[in-house]
């Protein structure tokens, strides 16, 4: 059976407030950890975290399915030792059963490890921002083009972000239910991996404003959240992060008072911009993640690809819904992500409008009634794709 939250209700039972840390937890009977307000107590630990709570048995899981993610996290430590020197490389390590943690959460809830597969949000786009993405970042820019914590904190970013999506609680501000329970594990995960909520207090404060960055279209939430659809949102409404800075007194007035906020906001951006840095790639994997979000979204949506019924959702996702977010939903949000996803974006520009046109002249013939199916639109979208190379 697919793995439940065990989560249930409508809102946070009051507005964002100063939160202290919980009884009995990391930190408990300190300062007061500049939280959002209600998240433990309204995104508990479902039964994949109460399944997977130990970060080496997270890694020998890895090491036993996947072992070549453990060859990137080396490699990765290297480069950032090498950079940064030991104090970094001990906090990589903390990081690194965090980041296989996280990972193999991810897998179990809908990925290759798990029986709820999601084709989009999954495992594998996380480790697309962590390899492939902020690799790509680390080697143009250099690793001097920030610290090593911040490099830590944008590969926490990258495995935790979407931890959860099948969230229905309305938060009441503007960060999605899936962020807010992303956001409530992602600190349990930190406690369970050795970090500390007060000596570490910027880690846990940048990647909770990350997650709330990285939610897609603030607009009021639908009536029916249990149908709101994630792969919907990320191309019917941009991302959260370049206006967090005007939300924080509806999300939570206390981060006013962090120093570390202004670090975490510019964290925020260069990170909203990772995770849609798919503008910026080559055109094939460009194609490929619409392809896996349009898969995503058909499966939210109760529709097969193999019926009729999911053809014509499918065209207007990947030509119209594509042109869409490329050229009017889209914006780079930080200097550093437009430097070096920039440049691909503009050689994509003309690409994503031929393909969209190709694809609407190809089934425009059925018309109106539709007999073709959301299968056939992928197949011919892959073709399309190659042919534009």
């Given at each position: 059976m697919p793995v439940r939250t065990l989560l249930r209700g409508n809102r946070f039972p009051q507005p964002p407030r100063l939160a202290y840390t919980a009884p009995n937890e990391p930190g408990a009977g300190r300062r007061p950890s500049r939280v959002i307000s209600g998240l433990d107590q309204n995104f508990p630990p479902d039964a994949v975290e109460?399944?997977?709570?130990?970060p080496a048995q997270a890694r020998r899981e890895i090491e036993s399915r996947r072992a070549d993610i453990l060859l990137l996290l080396a490699q990765r430590r290297g480069v950032l030792a090498d950079a940064f020197g030991a104090e970094t490389a001990w906090q990589w390590d903390k990081a690194e059963a965090a980041l296989c943690l996280s990972l193999c959460r991810l897998a179990l809830r809908h990925g290759r490890f798990g029986r709820d597969f999601h084709q989009y949000h999954n495992e594998s786009h996380a480790l697309e921002l962590l390899e492939r993405r902020l690799g790509r970042m680390i080697g143009q820019l250099g690793p001097e083009a920030l610290s090593g914590g911040d490099w830590i904190a944008l590969s926490l970013f990258a495995t935790c972000h979407d931890l959860r999506q099948r969230e229905n609680l309305d938060t009441g501000h503007p960060i999605g239910s899936n962020e807010a329970a992303s956001i409530a594990e992602t600190h349990r995960i930190l406690d369970r991996c050795g970090f500390d909520r007060n000596e570490d207090h910027e880690l846990y404060l940048a990647l909770e404003v990350m997650i709330a960055g990285s939610t897609f279209d603030a607009r009021p939430a639908p009536i029916d959240r249990s149908r709101y659809n994630t792969a919907e949102v990320i191309h019917t409404g941009g991302p959260l992060a370049p206006h967090l800075e005007r939300e924080v007194e509806k999300i939570n007035p206390s981060w006013r008072e962090e120093p570390g906020l202004r670090r975490a906001l510019d964290l925020a951006l260069i990170a909203s911009d990772?995770?849609?840095?798919?503008?910026?790639?080559?055109?094939?994997?460009?194609?490929?993640?619409?392809?896996?979000?349009?898969g995503e979204r058909e499966m939210r949506s109760g529709r097969s690809l193999d019926h009729v019924e999911s053809g014509a959702p499918m065209l207007s996702f990947l030509s119209t819904g594509q042109e869409r977010y490329f050229f009017e939903l889209h914006r780079f949000c930080s200097e550093l992500g437009a430097r070096v996803y920039a440049p691909g974006k503009e050689a994509n520009a003309e690409k994503v409008r031929a393909l969209s046109k190709q694809l609407r002249e190809r089934f425009a013939a059925q018309g109106q009634q539709a007999s073709f199916t959301g299968t056939e639109v992928l197949d011919v979208q892959r073709e399309l794709a190659w042919q534009l190379l």
């Open positions: 109460l399944q997977l709570a130990d990772l995770d849609t840095a798919n503008v910026g790639e080559s055109f094939v994997d460009l194609c490929d993640s619409a392809a896996r979000l349009a």
